[in-house]
């Protein structure tokens, strides 16, 4: 199959392309980089022609509220007329869990805009709801950083490594559409603040993480069912000390 990715140089649009072309397809790795451009529309005519699948990986470069939903309105429309005009087979997106649950962040306002034009634009699809990624545990405990201590939800959360998320990208796009939505997550449901405390430790970060039941993640509230998947998501392999251990050391 011809297969396009969209975000294909990003952490999951790299693994993804890798895994499929070692499946003998034919992948194009899709961003402005290589002239394929959603916001502009650049591109998205010519690497659409004769395309089975598209997996649309991107994120936006902003998560301030009128960027964000600016960025995924605007690419999902021009992304998913181009596929209609092509012929497309299937649409695959990755989203994430606990979208629909957090609607106080404009993050996952966005992110909903974006489901919802999938899931009105006529093409058959599969949305993937990922849990957080390990390789954003940084980027948390820097959002949630207040002086030298971070404030952050015990919520549970069961994060998951990137290599598990491609690895599912590229199951749900060799199959056919499911026409709704699967949720994937890590093997391990741990607390929030333990984690970041956790990855912290490992990093040799010496800040100190406060477990505040009150504190909101990207802006939305927290309880215990906000980050984690329903009944009968796909589990990973990969657990923390896995995923840390294999991870390049910092110069």
Partial sequence: ?????IGGT????SKTV?????????????SPASGVNTITGEGLAEVMTGANVVIDVANSPSF??????????TSGRNLLAAEANAGVKHHIALSVVGTERLQDSGYFRAKAAQEDLIKNSGIPYSIIHSTQFFEFLGGIAASAAKDEAIHLSPAPIQPIASDDVAAAVVDVALGGPLNGTVEIAGPERVSLSALVSRYLNNVNDPRTVISDANAKYFGAPLNDKTLVPGDNPR???????????????KS
């Fill in 10 to 13: 990003g952490l999951i649009g």
């Fill in 64 to 73: 301030e509220d009128n960027a964000v939903m600016d960025f995924f309105k």
């Fill in 235 to 249: 589990i990973g392999q990969i657990n923390f000390e896995t995923w840390f251990a294999n991870q390049p050391a």
């Fill in 1 to 5: 199959m011809k297969i396009v990715v």
């Fill in 18 to 30: 890798k895994k499929l072309v070692g499946f003998g397809h034919e992948v194009i790795a899709a």
